[in-house]
């Protein structure tokens, strides 16, 4: 891991903080799930940064693997949402966008999406403070995971340096219901169609 590239970090970090942060809103989530995806939220948002940023750091690099197995035990006691669904979309339609990428460009709009209907403004503020935040509202979660991004130098990443055009948005929406439609049960709150048309706009540029 000592030689995995500062971007390819970033990516496979990002994946593993979006599963732990995804099963811990999730409508599956257990007290057994939250213990293991508070504790990965907490280790990525101090370590990953580091391990981006300085890729010989070996006790960086074995919190973040660490983190990223815990992802792995929440995927066996809980289940990821939709933003798993969305991104696998995009990047069915362009293979060459890392799946944590992917997520990346996608997570801010998917996010504030739940925290502007306050479907579980406790839960973003329990995230929040993980990450170190002295989070008193769901939007504090919000700020803490663009400067998460921004640290580790993934903030300016663009659907458009990879040939993502606003006119597939539709396709994909459709492609996230037909092929990992199962994922949407588990949103704390339901999305529509046009919420989802609605994520990908606002995360586009």
């Known amino acids: 891991m000592l030689t995995v590239p500062k971007h390819f970090t970033a990516y496979q970090g990002f994946d593993a903080f979006f599963h732990n942060a995804e099963g811990y809103i999730s409508n599956a989530c257990s007290e057994m799930s939250a213990m293991i995806e508070l504790t990965a939220i907490e280790k990525l948002a101090k370590y990953l940064p580091i391990a981006v940023n300085d890729g010989k750091n070996l006790e960086a690099r074995t919190q973040v693997a660490f983190a990223n197995t815990l992802g792995g035990f929440s995927m066996d006691v809980c289940v990821c949402t939709s933003e798993h669904s969305l991104e696998h979309a995009l990047s069915a339609y362009h293979p060459e966008l890392p799946h944590g990428a992917g997520l990346i460009m ?13 479907a579980c403004d406790e839960k973003f503020i329990a995230m929040a403070r993980a990450m170190g935040k002295n989070a008193t509202k769901a939007e504090d979660f919000i700020d803490a995971l663009k400067e998460m991004q921004a640290a580790c130098g993934v903030d300016g990443l663009k659907m458009s340096d990879y040939g993502i055009k606003p006119e597939e948005f539709p396709k994909m929406v459709q492609n996230t219901r037909e092929a990992m439609g199962f994922l949407l049960q588990f949103d704390p709150i339901a999305l529509s169609d046009d919420d989802m048309l609605n994520i990908y706009q606002k995360s586009y540029c």
């Open 106 to 118: 996608i997570s801010v709009a998917y996010f504030s999406h739940f925290v502007e209907k306050h």
